[in-house]
């Protein structure tokens, strides 16, 4: 089945091109001009993957980003946005994006990126179902995440790097390494990146517990039971 995106953008000639470049790659898209018409949609369909932009009157991207992610964590979001600085790409990424490309862009660019966030979504795991650290634990099948019995709600790249860390458990992972797994190419070699989505899984799965996520300085980040010996 093809893969349904809602391109959310103000600007008429940007959802025409995207609407048309899309389509031809075989997406199911719908459009929106705004932060209404987008919740609209999504409470008519949902769809595989969201594209945002950031800049729009009344609701911008940022704040429709959180009202989403009220509703559904899970969902795969791209912000588009001619704000190009390391704070802008961080504070989106942080609010809930997966991905950010900064406009102009190239339509080819978005359509690979795009089918790089539905790749982690889908990739079917040949090992254990289930990933454990003391009371944390990773469910791939059902796409769930508990720390001591209490659901985690996670972003889709957020559960891709606490499934990377906890299939590696214990072994120190660079922000190059990280990268490379989670996010399949050099996000401008920005390791802000890395360090954000980590704060942001410390803050969701270690706030009130032993912390399990670890920050070994100069090398990179781990998950370790602070139990064990």
Excluded at 55 to 68: A, Y
Excluded at 76 to 102: C, I
Aim: glycine content about 8%.
């Amino acid at each position: 089945m093809a893969p349904r995106v809602l391109v959310v953008d103000d600007d008429p000639e940007i959802r025409e091109m995207l609407a048309s470049t899309l389509d031809f790659a075989g997406f199911v898209v719908d459009v929106a001009a705004g932060a209404t018409e987008a919740l609209a949609a999504l409470r008519a369909q949902r769809p595989d993957v969201l594209v945002l932009d950031v800049s729009m009157p009344g609701t911008d991207g940022f704040e429709l980003v959180q009202l989403v992610r009220r509703r559904d964590a899970g969902l795969p979001v791209l912000f588009l946005s001619a704000r190009d600085t390391v704070d802008d790409r961080v504070r989106g990424l942080r609010l809930g994006a997966d991905d950010y490309v900064t406009k102009p862009f190239s339509a080819v660019e978005v359509v690979a990126r795009l089918d790089a966030l539905l790749r982690r979504g889908s990739v079917v795991q040949p090992d254990d179902d289930v990933l454990r650290c003391a009371d944390l634990e990773l469910d791939r099948a059902h796409h769930l995440v508990r720390r001591a019995g209490e659901t985690v709600d996670l972003s889709p790249t957020e559960f891709r790097l606490l499934e990377l860390l906890l299939e590696q458990r214990g072994r120190v992972l660079s922000k190059g390494q990280i990268m490379a797994a989670v996010w399949q190419y050099d996000f401008g070699g920005d390791g802000n990146v890395v360090e954000r989505f980590v704060s942001n899984l410390r803050r969701k799965v270690d706030d009130g517990h032993a912390p399990l996520i670890r920050t070994v300085r100069g090398f990179g980040y781990a998950v370790r039971d602070p139990s064990a010996a």
